[in-house]
């Protein structure tokens, strides 16, 4: 099923993804399957259309993420930075490898800044208990508990405006209604359709390159959650 969290606006990136991925990563797969594929990317293009022209003529096609405007601070950069700095003045304490461990629940940095906003901010809880607990080997643990303190704070905010967007963006027209509920019926039964593909060939972990929304960190053009720079983004898949 598709998270019902997907925006009105959102439904735009991760449809039209989709179906590239599908012609892209599935389509070829088995070949047995290449009609029913070619058939479901059909009708999920016809589904986003139908979406499009209903947001056009409600007058809603205006981008709402988490980019920020060019020139402006950014909480998910700087939370990422901040944690990136912790991490490293830990490292250089007396048993600063231990104490790193505890900061990030035993994953590894590249994998922790990478989170969605909602997961960073999550993360940087940690980061903070870690902090108080390490207390003792850390004598600037009090700046620090600020600074990740305000980060959290910073990033917490923005997940609450973005997520209060999404709830009144989806407060629309009957005619968004209508292809909000076709959209979400065949963009569910295209994952299932894919998944059965994938199954029969053991390759499931392809399944969130296909479905954006499945994805720890997004690649579809126009849905942010903290964008990574671009070479910092996964590869697809070869």
């Known amino acids: 099923m598709a998270d019902d969290y997907i925006s009105n606006l959102e439904t735009l990136s991760y449809g039209p993804f989709a179906v590239d991925q599908i012609q892209a990563l599935v389509v070829g797969l088995d070949p047995a399957f290449n009609d029913t594929l070619s058939l479901a990317t059909t009708r999920l293009a016809d589904a986003n259309e139908a979406m499009r022209a209903a947001l056009t003529k409600a007058g809603q096609i205006t981008v709402v993420t988490y980019k920020t405007a ?93 997520r209060l967007s999404r709830t009144e963006r989806r407060e629309a027209t009957p005619e968004i209604a209508a292809a909000r509920a076709t959209w979400f019926k065949v963009y569910g039964a295209s994952k299932l359709i894919v998944e059965a593909v994938l199954r029969y060939q053991d390759r499931t972990a392809l399944l969130s390159e296909v479905f954006d929304d499945l994805a720890e960190v997004h690649r579809a053009a126009g849905v942010s959650d903290g964008d990574l720079p671009a070479e910092a983004a996964p590869a697809k898949p070869t």
């Open 70 to 162: 060019e020139g402006a601070p950014d909480p998910i950069a700087h939370a990422r930075a901040e944690l990136r700095r912790c991490v490293s003045y830990a490292d250089s304490r007396a048993g600063g490898a231990a104490i790193v461990k505890d900061i990030l629940a035993g994953e590894a940095l590249s994998t922790v800044v990478r989170r969605r906003p909602a997961k960073l901010a999550g993360a940087l809880g940690h980061a903070l208990d870690a902090i108080a607990k390490h207390a003792s080997a850390l004598p600037e643990h009090a700046q620090w508990t600020a600074s990740l303190s305000a980060a959290k704070s910073a990033i917490d905010s923005l997940n609450t405006s973005v």
